[in-house]
């Protein structure tokens, strides 16, 4: 049994050898849906739905920036979000996990909050928050909490939450409190997707912060070579290894490698064992997770060559 966990994120239903699971992006925030894989977790973007977006376009979330729209730079958003509080997508998105539960070994959620600060102020919205008595962050935290509460009941298999990697205003952002997720999630994962990690203090930085708040387990996902991607726009072997020991030492319990493909997998795992002066000097970083991870890549060998 491993102590630091390790699995594969990708967008194909294709698994890599060497990892104790694999997450399929079932539905990403294109909207896109593919067929869930039975010996695969699922991963869901929930309210990230260009699809649900491009046939309703008054679902779509709204803010005094404008709304929460590919192309409006006032957010970090690079896909259309839905309204949080939409109840024709909210249920069918519910019906939706319990299926895609059924057909796979669980669920994996992203984008299951408001899109981001100040949203949403769609007239739905206005009216729930006023009627609520509470304070907008408050409601905001009441409206995502309690859908959580829903996903759970209708999930039965494993369920695991994806956060943004901000660890101190994910509450006045997204409506996200780490307490009440974790009355509902089995383990969390914070997306710490880069097409570099050159600065990798930046990153065990943060990890800290999470080891400190969260109670339940948690991943980190990092990035390793998406859709359409040319060698030299993402993050090199010995980036993904050194912050990888960086964030194992913070204290996160395993990592997913975000691929399109197996294949892109396979690539990284054959370029990490050829590593040998870097994984030597990874080793002198200390503790007990950085010599398992480290085994673990080493361990690779026997799988890809």
Known sequence: ??????????????????????????KPETGLRLQPAKDMYSNIAVFADNVAVREHPDWISQSPLGPAKMGNN?????????????PE??????????QVDWQSMGVWLNSQYFADHDHCTCSRCNELYKRSGLDWFAWRRKEV???????????????????????????????VDFDDFAKFTDHFNVVMFSKN???????????RGFKKLLKKPFYISLYVFGPGDNLVDVPTTQELLTVSVRCARAG????????????QITAFQKDAVKQVDL????????????QEFLDRVENWKKVVE
């Open 1 to 26: 049994m491993h102590n630091v966990k390790l699995g594969t994120f990708t967008f194909q239903p294709q698994k890599a050898e060497g990892f104790d699971f694999h997450v399929l992006r079932v």
């Open 74 to 86: 006032n957010f970090n958003i690079y896909w259309n979000v839905v309204c949080a509080t939409q």
């Open 89 to 98: 997508h909210r249920a069918e998105e519910l019906d939706y996990m319990a």
């Open 145 to 175: 909490t309690g859908y959580m509460a829903q996903v759970r009941e209708r999930v039965k298999k494993q369920l695991v939450m994806s956060i943004q990697p901000d660890p101190v205003t994910s509450y006045e952002r997204y409506g």
């Open 197 to 207: 990690y050159a600065t990798p203090w930046y990153w065990e930085m943060i990890t």
């Open 252 to 263: 996160a319990d395993g990592f997913l490698y975000l691929t399109d493909t197996a294949s």
């Open 279 to 290: 994984i030597k000097k990874l080793r002198t970083f200390g503790g007990q997770p950085v």
